[in-house]
């Protein structure tokens, strides 16, 4: 029974194709009919007349036939919308200036919101490209002692999960992969030096992904033990580029930081780690079971979960791992497991994908709700323009209201041209979120996660298709419900005629939301500005950045052994930039300010406070700097004195500290002067002999971290009397003018390549690109939210203006009347000005209510400014009455040109 229905309907439905050709057809069959029975007639002796007569008696009329066999030929339903499409295009074809400013300001909200979904899609809801990427969970420990929620891994603990979970199907660790920026390594020994991006892993991590090889295979076990082969994988790009997608690549030697690597595999097509850029190298991490200690917490690790297997469980079982592992090893020589216990440990495994998304999803739901809020400016803006075109057909739809059309009938006309003003406003704002996804992806923040995913694919296009179908019922929806029947009737087109009172309020209510609207786009664009202004106000600890130069080398141990000969290259290095034309001074660090990665927290020891290994220390910054550091970055000295090279080469045990742990722990910075700290309790004292100005390591935004500088070559640093710690990772930072210039790094290159010809250079930037990173995703939200504020303001103020400029044209002849009674221009003029500042105080004073909820939204994304800043809504609120009353100005003034006896004699 089925299948005959289905069959039905797809022959009616196919019908409909040809209906014309099948109508002509049973015409002509009805006809012949009609003649036999009149031919039957006739030779019953009937007259012409009544022979035909009772012929069409017989067949029940040839009309009603018709209409019943079209009826039951095709789908009334569609063949009414079909009816009614072509109908309304043919309307908005006679009317192409109202339909081109449909369509566009349609467009506009569309494609803004299109284009801010596809960044959201792509960013928040797209799974990770991994397999059963539901199963990943990222790895971290609360320290509830120091109130550190992100506490890495430690070694220790990755052995015990990964020998005793029960709910763990793997684990893997990486070294800095969480951060977004990985580790770097020099390629030697054929062709020119590279420094490329690696992957530092243990063997379990890129089988716990769920990803295959493209060729040859991942480490195994034997790969990761201590002593092993060296090896290496590629990644797909860099075989391809190297090594021209040579497939006997495996088994052949790669030179990697002077030390030859076997290479047993390459990466898949594609293949990125989480949201790091793509690695050209995937080296072994090699960790040492039985040089293992408890307190390592440097690692970043990944895990999947068991099936069925819940998060809260997971914890649990880390929970019961964590005790296991304070048991199962030891600390390091000269510490005391009290140290741990006062950290208050707690396992803390999140979604893997909320740890790539990091806390940007606030700023890209704040984006989107913003670019929403212009789409339904856009559709109340042309709510009103279709009421106020409807009010021109009121006469025609009268005579349709009076020749039998329903008020559903009416309304599903309306609604016709409504849904084709959508399509069309969905066509075209796809192909600007096109074009603007290009320019958002440009612009975007370097710290935006999963840029590379960001596009339009299926889900966009599903999104555009839905917000533009409620988007045409939304604006489509107002002329119908109003000129669907009630209360038309035939009139004439002219005299004394006025639009009613409920029609003119519902124009005026849809003013109020676009103003309303468009105040809460500005204030939050304004917040933004504010929060751009207080943190370009902010001291960085550092000056003119846009003058310092910086670029990386790395001279790693199978390069050069000894530390101290690590010293005398890099400061020959220094010598030979400071004698490039233009350096003013030349600085070594560990890494530069704002860049987020090479400086890290860790305890420290002071002397005359918490020596006693069975305390908690205070945790602070460390950072490794050579003389010159901070003059060339500008940062003060605020008592004391720097480190000078003859301190390096004889590995005086000095340190330096910032001002605020100066403060912290003696008071005042001149009493940390002479004080002595160390980072062990096995590690030598270092005597403080300097005290800097604070340094916002991590970005303008964040307060600048407690430091402690040390020397870039110290003895005795981490505890053991036989080693001693020589920066091999280096960020070279140069004050010049010429910062910037290639002509400026030419000659950098030559000064360091006369040192060492085999080093290449990475991280070339000056410190003002850093600088700006730092602010990019305050001004990323700002720029966004300025140009959906902006868009909000020119459509609702469009909107304002047409509702005035139609209420004059409407009110003519009351304006003849008063001027001929004897109002004077200026009495009309604020007449009509007044009745536009109502609408827009009414809109202000709404937009205010909504400013004061929907901005405490934004609270996170502020900076020196509270998210109800007095300030900013005074001066928005005061701009956009200023721009409302010079959009009621225009049709006031017209109104102003009247002339009495043309108005009285036109009525």
Known sequence: MHIRQLRGWLVRFFGMFHRKRREREFAEELESHLAFHIEDNLRAGMSPEEARRLALVKLGGVTLTQELHREQGGLPMLETLWQDLRFGLRMLRRNPGFSLIAILTLALGIGATTAIFSVVEGVLLKPLPYRQPQELVTIKFNAQGQGNKDLPVSASAYFIFREQSNTLQGIGLCVRGMSGVGETVNVTGSSEPENVPALRVTDGLLPVLGITPWLGRFF???????????????????????????????????????????????????????????????????????????????????????????????????????????????????????????????????????????????????????????????????????????????????????????????????????????????????????????????????????????????????????????????????????????GLGLREGGRGMSESRERQRTRNVLVIVQVALALVLLVSSGLMIRTFRALTNVNPGFVAPSEVQTFGIALREAQVKEPERVLRLEEEMLHKIEAIPGVSSVGLSGTVPMRRVGGFNSQVFARDRAS??????????????????????????????????????????????????????????????????????????????????????????????????????VANIGGSAVFDFALRSAAFTIRSPRAGSESLMNEVRQAVWSVSPQLPLAEVHTLNDYYMKSMARTSFTLVMLAVAGSMALFIGLVGLYGVIAYSVSQRRREFGIRMALGAGKREILKLVISQGIKLALLGVACGLAGAFTLTRLMSGLLFGVSATDPLTLVVITISLLVVALLACWIPAHRATKVDPMIALRHE
């Open 220 to 486: 195994t076990r034997e790969d990761d033990a201590p002593g092993s082969a060296e090896t290496v994988i590629l990644a797909y790009g860099y075989w391809n580029s190297r090594f021209s997608g040579d497939r006997s690549v495996l088994g052949k030697t790669l030179e990697v930081d002077g030390t030859p690597r076997t290479i047993i595999g390459v990466l898949p097509e594609g293949f990125r780690f989480l949201d790091q850029s793509p690695p050209s190298l995937v080296l072994p991490r090699k960790l040492d079971r039985g040089k293992t200690y408890l307190g390592d917490n440097v690692y970043d690790g990944v895990a999947r979960l068991k099936p069925g297997v819940t998060l809260q469980q997971a914890n649990a079982d880390a929970a019961r791992l964590l005790s296991i592992e304070l048991k199962s090893f030891s600390m390091p020589a000269g510490l005391s497991l009290k140290l741990l216990e006062d950290m208050k440990l707690a396992p803390r495994l999140l979604p893997l994908k909320q740890q790539v998304v990091g806390d940007v999803e606030k700023v890209l739901w704040v984006l989107l709700g913003g670019i929403s809020l212009v789409l339904a400016c856009a559709c109340a803006n042309l709510a009103n323009l279709l009421l106020v075109r409807a009010e021109s057909r009121r006469q025609e739809l009268a005579i349709r209201a009076a020749l039998g059309a329903s008020r559903s009938r009416i309304a599903a006309q309306l609604l016709s041209e409504s849904l084709l003003l959508a399509v069309g406003g969905g066509l075209l704002g796809l192909g600007l979120a096109y074009g603007a996804l290009r320019i958002l992806v440009g612009l975007a923040p370097p710290g935006l996660p999963r840029l590379h995913e960001i596009g339009i694919d299926g889900g966009v296009l599903l999104f555009t298709f839905v917000a533009s179908l409620v988007g045409g019922l939304l604006f489509g929806s107002v002329p119908a419900f109003k000129y669907a029947g009630a």
């Open 612 to 713: 006693s290994t069975s305390e908690l220390p205070r945790r602070c910054r460390f950072q490794f700097v050579s003389p010159g550091f901070f003059k060339t970055l500008g940062t003060p000295l605020v008592a004391g004195r720097d480190f000078t090279w003859s301190d390096l080469n004889n590995m005086v045990p000095v340190a330096i500290v910032s001002d605020n742990f100066a403060r912290a722990n003696w008071g005042d910075p001149a009493n940390a002067l002479g004080q002595q700290i160390r980072q062990t309790p096995q590690s030598d004292w270092l005597e403080i002999v300097g005290v800097v100005g604070d340094v916002r390591q991590d970005g303008v935004e964040k307060e600048a971290p407690a430091s402690v500088y040390w020397p870039i070559l």
